[in-house]
């Protein structure tokens, strides 16, 4: 069966970093993502990145902070969380899209295309 298997997360003060990995399993992806979902909020998009070509597209409130990037022999993605503000705080969730083929980008960023996602972890930015 298909999994992913988060680790990391944790507290930190803001300004801090924290390093999240996402490893897959059961099968290989097109594209994955990481998604946040605060309390009261829906859960937002993060980042994506294709395994063909290892971009990040961001989200604007990430960019320039958050870097994703993926290891094919290890079958896992890893988002590197920098210069963190309160406003991070959430529980996050790797995810992979259940297409074999190309999808528009655009669509990526939509929670709707992931069909396997990871256990969520908590990531608490205090100041």
């Known amino acids: 069966q298909v999994q992913l298997v988060e680790s990391g997360g944790g507290l930190v003060q803001t300004g801090g970093s924290l390093r999240l990995s996402c490893a897959a399993s059961?099968?290989?992806?097109?594209?994955m993502g990481w998604f946040c979902h605060a309390p009261g909020k829906d859960r937002e998009f993060v980042v994506f990145?294709?395994?063909?070509?290892?971009?990040?597209i961001y989200a604007d409130s990430v960019k320039g902070r958050f870097t994703i990037s993926l290891d094919t022999a290890k079958n896992t993605a890893y988002l590197q969380m920098n210069s963190l503000k309160p406003e991070d705080t959430g529980f996050y969730y790797c995810?992979?899209?259940?297409?074999?083929?190309?999808?528009?980008?655009?669509?990526?960023?939509?929670?709707?295309?992931?069909?396997?996602w990871g256990q969520g972890l908590q990531v608490t930015v205090s100041s």
């Open positions: 059961g099968r290989t992806f097109y594209a």
């Open positions: 995810a992979a899209e259940g297409a074999t083929g190309w999808t528009e980008g655009s669509r990526l960023r939509e929670e709707s295309i992931y069909v396997y």
């Open positions: 990145c294709r395994w063909a070509n290892g971009r990040g």
